[in-house]
C-alpha cells in the first residue's frame, strides 16, 4: 500500500507540467495566439521542458502565419476596394446623368478596370496555392526555349513605346526541373515588369554556371528604364508593394509580380534578386541546371561539369 501511494504522489507530481500545459493549450484560440505554455523550472531538460518549449516555437510560427495571413488579407481586400469603388462610381455617374456621356470609352474604362481585377484575382489565387505548399511537378523543362518563347510573344505585344526586344542564350539549351507552368510565370513577370518600365531596350540572356558541385542556370532581364534604388532592391518583392516614382496604380500592377516571381523561385530551389547595373534594372534569377532528355549532368575534373549522353542499353 505504501509503494503504491508513493509511486502514486510521484507520478502526480511528474506529470503536474503535463496538465499545465494542456490546460493552457486549451485555453489558446486564434485570438490568443500570444499565450504560451509554461516551461517547467526544475528540470530544464527533461522531457516534458523539451516539449513544451517545442510547442512555444510551434505556436511562435503559428502567430507570425496569422499575422501574415491577416495583412494579406486586409491589403488584398484594399487593392479590390479601390477599383470596385470607382467602377461603381463611374457608372452610377453614368447612370444618374446620361446625356453627353461617351458610352464607348466608359465601357472601355469599365473593361479596364475588369480586366485588372480578373489579374489580381488570379494572382491573389496563385499566392494562396503557393502558400499552401502545394507539391511542384517534378518535369524537365527547357529555359531556353521558353525564354526565346517568351520573347518573340512580348514583341508582338502592345507597349506604350516602341520596344527593342532581345533573347541571347548559350548552347546546349539549358534545363531546370521543376513545374513549367509555374516556370513560365516567373519569366513572364520579370519580362513583364522589363517592358513596363523600359524606355527603348530589354535584354534577356540565358547561360550556365559552372562549378565544383554542379551547375547553374542564370536568366536575366535587363531593361533601360529609371532602375530601382538600392535601397529598395529588397521592398520591391514584397506583396503590394510598389515604387513611389514608376509604380503607380495607372502604369505599374498591384505589386503582386516580382514576389509571385521570387516565391516560385525559392520553391525550385533557386534565388531572384536585382544585381547593380549602370543604368536602369538587371533581374537576375539563378536555377540548378540539369541534363537536358537524354543527359544527366556531374562534377567533371577541375571543377568542371560534364553533360554526357545517356542510352538506353
Keep these: 500500500m505504501i509503494l503504491a501511494v508513493t509511486a502514486w504522489a510521484a507520478a502526480d507530481r511528474a506529470l503536474r507540467p503535463v496538465e499545465a500545459i494542456r490546460r493552457e493549450l486549451e485555453d489558446i484560440t486564434a485570438r490568443s495566439l500570444g499565450r504560451r505554455v509554461p516551461v517547467s ?39 479590390l476596394r479601390s477599383p470596385l469603388a470607382g467602377l461603381r462610381a463611374s457608372l452610377e455617374a453614368s447612370l444618374t446623368h446620361p446625356e453627353g456621356v461617351d458610352w464607348q470609352a466608359r465601357v472601355r474604362d469599365a473593361l479596364r478596370d ?46 506604350p513605346r516602341p520596344l527593342d526586344i532581345r533573347c541571347t542564350a548559350d548552347d546546349p539549351p539549358a534545363w531546370v526541373r521543376g513545374s513549367d507552368v509555374q516556370l513560365e510565370r516567373l519569366l513572364r513577370n520579370l519580362l513583364g515588369n522589363a517592358c513596363r518600365y523600359a524606355r527603348t531596350t530589354v535584354e534577356v540572356t540565358v547561360r550556365t554556371e559552372r562549378h565544383e558541385d554542379g551547375a547553374t542556370v ?24 510598389r515604387l513611389e516614382d514608376a509604380r503607380t496604380r495607372k502604369s505599374g500592377g498591384a505589386g503582386l509580380g516580382l514576389a509571385i516571381a521570387r516565391e516560385i523561385a525559392t520553391r525550385h530551389g533557386g534565388t531572384l534578386h536585382f544585381a547593380d547595373t549602370v543604368s536602369g534594372a538587371c533581374a537576375v534569377v539563378r536555377l540548378p541546371l540539369v541534363g537536358g532528355e537524354g543527359e544527366e549532368v556531374r562534377p567533371g575534373v577541375g571543377g568542371y561539369v560534364e553533360v554526357r549522353a545517356v542510352r538506353d542499353l
Excluded: C, M, Y
Design 41 to 79: 523550472s526544475s528540470a530544464s531538460a527533461d522531457e516534458i521542458a523539451r516539449l513544451a518549449r517545442t510547442i512555444n516555437t510551434t505556436l511562435d510560427r503559428l502567430e507570425r502565419s496569422a499575422e501574415l495571413q491577416q495583412r494579406f488579407v486586409a491589403d488584398a481586400s484594399h487593392e
Design 114 to 159: 475588369i480586366v485588372r481585377l480578373q489579374d489580381l484575382s488570379h494572382d491573389l489565387l496563385l499566392l494562396a496555392q503557393l502558400d499552401g505548399g502545394a507539391p511542384i511537378a517534378d518535369t524537365r523543362v527547357n529555359l531556353t526555349d521558353l525564354a526565346h518563347d517568351l520573347a518573340v510573344e512580348h514583341r508582338h505585344l502592345p507597349h
Design 218 to 241: 542564370v536568366f536575366e532581364v535587363r531593361d533601360d528604364g529609371p532602375g530601382i534604388p538600392v535601397a529598395d532592391r529588397e521592398r520591391v518583392f514584397k506583396r503590394f508593394s
